[in-house]
């Protein structure tokens, strides 16, 4: 079994920036990539960004691209989510995920964040 837990959130102004960390623990070793996908009240959850986790291999959302940068830290089992310039149109739970090749598995609890205008 995989644990991951989310960290970072808050509420910050629009144009503002948070980090949001996302820490495994477990099994990593069967975990191929970690994502961040969020979910704004009254929407369906949507993907942000993905990272694999052997080659750093990443994949952003249209919506983030330019704003948003997925990194991971090895040795401490963590992924991050720097979130800059951000939009009230970002507010929503944000949840870290692992899986294989297809498929996510592995979710964490999620986090809020709340940008205002």
């Known amino acids: 079994q995989v644990q991951l837990v989310e960290s970072g959130g808050g509420l910050v102004q629009a144009g503002g920036s948070l980090r949001l960390s996302c820490a495994a623990s477990g099994r990593t070793f069967s975990v191929y990539k970690i994502g961040w996908f969020r979910q704004a009240p009254g929407k369906e959850r949507e993907f942000v960004a993905h990272i694999t986790w052997s080659r750093g291999t990443t994949l952003y959302a249209d919506s983030v691209k330019g704003r948003f940068t997925i990194s991971r830290d090895s040795a401490k089992n963590t992924v991050y989510l720097q979130m800059n310039s951000l939009k009230p149109e970002d507010t929503a739970v944000y949840y870290c995920?692992?899986?294989?090749?297809?498929?996510?598995?592995?979710w964490g609890q999620g986090t809020q964040v709340t940008v205002s205008s």
């Open positions: 995920a692992g899986g294989g090749t297809i498929s996510y598995v592995h």
